[in-house]
């Protein structure tokens, strides 16, 4: 069987998941892995070409899928991907220039995405801070940090290695992350970032193709931990990089493969989320989305 799997380009972690199953070091099953890379947000072309079956697989974004199936899409979802803990995604502001998430009312917030809805969310609803009074503007991650220096913005959005960057920076610190914010409002000490999603034919005309591909997914992962200098080198060989900044971020999310009953009831609770910031028109029981 061959199999087409997209991911997020220029993501260490994303790359380093899939690298051995595109690599053809992952055998099982009698599947042949092809993985190809597309835009980030705010391009929608990961969902797009797994909805069109340009692509079987695709890691997507929770709260992308989520609108995409409610609007009816053909796509399920397998399970949980990336799970961001407590590092790996925070806001940034230059050093001493702010001492708490409520000073950020009025203030000007420069993403990757222009106005980053769960930040918004977070900001309101863990710190008090009025969502009309932000400014949100937008300008890809590895132009933050220096926005930031030069201050055109008072705080910034980073992830990723790009995170790592803002805490090794002597001038900048990070004012909360959103695991912080998040355990703070809900308890709950992740937040599903990822999840995999498959056209809904792939499994309709191969049911008992779940668990086989769980165990390409943990497999593949596995790997990486296994020669994570190995494939950090061949990542910066096509995008370059600081190898120890990569290497760290790398171990920020959470990574099982897994959908249990916790991460539904998590998903749920991001579900009502989305709703609540404009993000999905409505919600509905989460698990309906998911192979079971």
Known sequence: MKLRLAHYRNRFTMFRIYYALGA??????????????????????????????????????LPNFLERRLAGAPIIGLCTEWKSTRKGNGLFVRRGALAEPAALAGKTITTHQGRHAIHQYLLKHSYGVDPQSLQW???????????????DADAVVLLDQFFFQGEEANDAECLYTDGDAWKLLTGFDEMIKHMVAANQALLQDNPGLREPLLDAFRKSFAYSERNIEEVADIFIKSYGGDRETLLISARYPRMEFTFTDNERRLAQRQMDMFVEVGRLPRSAPVESFFAS
């Open 137 to 151: 503007a937008a300008s890809p991650q590895e132009t933050l940090l220096g926005i930031l220096r030069r201050g």
């Open 24 to 61: 053809g070091l992952i055998k099982d099953h009698g599947i042949d892995w092809t993985v190809i890379e597309v835009p980030d947000p705010p391009s929608r072309e990961l969902e797009e070409c797994l909805i069109r079956g340009d692509v079987d697989l695709a890691n997507v974004y």
